[in-house]
């Protein structure tokens, strides 16, 4: 049997969970204080959506990494692609990225709140530079993982710099930079929420926190739940992005 033989799994798997989740908080042996039900999950889900609470909340963060993600991802292309066709340019930012890409971006937060305030400015700025490293080193890497034939064959046929990274470097990198971009926007989910918690007033992340200040633990799920289904619709939306950027891709 292929794999498309076991679909039924990917159901019935996540659902037994619900089933069991529902069974152990309606008959008390999980406390459904800490635990509610899924049902109840879902009608405060339901009920926030209809008063528009949600969807604002939704709106702002979406919002956020939005701006964030392009402004991280756009110049983290071009700098990879810098580094991966020019040996002194990765020589010279190599050492810098290789330090700073390690430092939870989370924990940089309060310096940039201290630079930039509290506002939108350092909330989108923290998105941007946990989407930055990833696309850049994925960026690079793809570069660096081309056969030399290309680019050798590229200027045989009297490709300049230009040329190079338009018809070369950048389609042939395509599938790494799509790779940074997903896990990115899955970074930019989790710094996002991370940062609405301090010092926000609206947001996903926000919503969590002022649930769990007056121990709203259904309304902590919705929060929770909803950041999950944003982190799988960005995927299906990159999916769907990276098939119409690389038709040849099986």
């Known amino acids: ?131 930055f490293f990833l696309v850049l080193l994925n960026t690079m890497a793809g570069v660096l993982g081309l056969d030399r034939a290309y680019f050798n064959i590229a200027r045989a046929y009297g490709a300049g710099s230009r040329g190079i990274v338009t018809t070369v470097a950048l389609p042939g990198a395509l599938p790494q930079i799509f790779t940074g971009l997903k896990l990115g926007m899955g970074f930019a989910l989790i710094v996002i929420v991370g940062a609405e918690l301090l010092g926000s007033e609206a947001g996903i992340g926000f919503l969590i926190w002022r649930s769990y200040q007056i121990f709203a633990v259904d309304v902590m799920f919705v929060g929770l739940l909803v950041t999950a289904i944003l982190g799988w619709l960005a995927t299906i939306a990159l999916d769907w992005v990276e098939r119409l950027a690389i038709p040849w891709r099986p």
């Open 1 to 131: 049997m292929n794999g498309r033989s076991y679909w039924w799994l990917a159901v019935l798997s996540p659902l037994g969970l619900l089933l069991l989740w529902e069974a152990l908080s309606q008959t008390g042996v999980a406390d459904p204080r800490f635990f509610p039900p899924p049902s109840v999950i879902v009608r405060t889900l339901w009920k926030m959506a209809q008063t528009g609470e949600l969807l604002f909340h939704i709106a702002v963060s979406v919002r956020r990494i939005l701006f964030g993600f392009l402004l991280g991802a756009l110049p983290a292309v071009a700098l990879g692609l810098a580094m991966g066709l020019a040996r002194p340019v990765r020589a010279l930012l190599m050492p810098i990225v290789a330090s700073i890409y390690p430092i939870p971006k989370i924990a940089i937060y309060p310096l940039i709140i201290f630079y930039l305030g509290i506002g939108e400015a350092s909330k989108v700025s923290i998105v941007a530079l946990s989407i």
